[in-house]
């Protein structure tokens, strides 16, 4: 298994769809994950933090299932603005470590 | 938040000269930064983390003799690619890792985008 693998999209959706990305990742003693957008050409910016089962922050809501090592990233009543590409990221080595980036999973959301 | 600044956000240069990128944290200690390089249509990968007052960390695959990586004090590190060749064009990000309350979040540069002709 990659240290991080997500879901390869592109996820094509409606705005006001509800859509949702996963990702799996290989250390099992990871504690801490984050999800983070990327626009293009852009620097990537946190998005939720992920450090128990799970996070929640008003339309966006972060899962974490420890066993099978994957998370989740639910977006509700997506906006055009929404779209952009997501990257699941997991620091190596412990939560002061690196942070390895997903490939990232690119969302489109249309009119 | 904190804030991380990268100059200069785009460079051109010609083959086989040297380009030099910094990283700086405008607003906290950063004693470990981290250099990504990222291809068209693809993720962030790490290069080599760099740590203040001793040499940096860097990734299989990547050439420390290409990639210089200085972190000369707390708050500044440089990333000078020599000998440029146009396959290193790409764009470039660092970050630095600052505690925000009880958890450490990355912030990232606003990145350098590299062509090299």
């Known amino acids: 298994r990659k240290e991080v693998e997500q879901d390869p999209g592109p996820f094509n959706v409606p705005e006001g769809a509800t859509v949702a990305f996963n990702c799996t990742y290989s250390?099992?003693?990871?504690?801490?994950f984050f999800w983070y957008r990327q626009d293009c050409r852009k620097e990537p910016k946190l998005l939720m933090s992920?450090?128990?089962s799970g996070n929640e922050d008003g339309r966006f809501t972060a899962q974490l299932n420890r066993a099978s090592q994957y998370i989740s990233l639910l977006i509700r009543d997506s906006k055009l603005s929404d779209s952009a590409t997501y990257l699941c990221?997991?620091?190596?080595?412990?939560?002061?470590?690196?942070?390895?980036f997903g490939k990232g999973t690119k969302l489109s959301v249309k009119p | 938040g904190a804030v991380v600044s990268q100059h200069p956000s785009w460079v051109i240069c010609k083959s086989g000269t040297s380009v030099k990128i910094e990283c700086r944290s405008l607003?906290?200690?950063?004693?470990?930064m981290f250099w990504y390089r990222q291809f068209p249509k693809q993720s962030l990968m790490l290069m080599a983390t760099?740590?203040?007052?001793?040499?940096?960390?860097?990734e299989q695959g990547v050439e420390k003799d290409k990639f210089l990586i200085n972190h000369a004090s707390l708050t500044l590190s440089t990333l000078t690619v020599t000998s440029a060749h146009p396959e290193d064009s790409s764009f470039y990000i660092c970050?630095?890792?600052?505690?925000?309350?009880?958890?450490?979040?990355?912030?990232f540069g606003q990145g350098t985008r590299l062509t090299v002709v």
């Open positions: 990221v997991v620091p190596r080595g412990g939560s002061q470590g690196n942070l390895i």
């Open positions: 607003d906290f200690q950063a004693t470990t």
């Open positions: 992920v450090y128990s």
């Open positions: 760099s740590n203040e007052g001793s040499k940096a960390t860097y």
């Open positions: 250390n099992s003693a990871s504690q801490s």
């Open positions: 970050s630095a890792r600052a505690r925000q309350g009880g958890n450490t979040e990355a912030f």
